[in-house]
């Protein structure tokens, strides 16, 4: 998986056990921002839908076996992922990475920066 590529769709299980599929997170006209096995999530960016994936998340794939590496995903409106990034500095790289992609919109997109 890498930037340009086609997002995966994926079975997946909200908190109550409710069944969902990657594909209908993806629905609407918002950047998504997953975050698989994440613990730190960044605040909220106007724009973004942010979603975190794993043991104990939002949402539970199911196809993921135990996978320990922690990474945010970025999908892009039409489901293509537009950038992969580590959780150390998420922040200022999606805000300067989101700004070059999306000029119109505010310098400040985080919440909290």
């Not at 998340?57 to 039409?78: A, F, H, I, K």
Request: with cysteine; proline share 6%; hydrophobic share 35%.
């Amino acid at each position: 998986m890498q930037a340009g590529d086609r997002a995966s769709d994926a079975s997946c299980r909200g908190q109550a056990g409710q069944r969902a599929r990657l594909f209908t997170v993806f629905k609407g006209s918002d950047w998504t921002l997953l975050g698989y096995q994440s613990h730190d999530r960044p605040s909220a960016i106007a724009g973004v839908r942010i979603v975190t994936v794993g043991a104990g998340q939002e949402l539970v794939d199911d196809n993921v076996t135990g996978s320990t590496t922690s990474q945010w995903v970025l999908v892009r409106p039409d489901g293509y992922i537009a950038g992969i990034f580590p959780p150390d500095g998420l922040e200022p790289r999606l805000s300067q990475y989101l700004t070059q992609m999306l000029p119109l919109r505010p310098a400040n997109m985080l919440g909290g920066s």
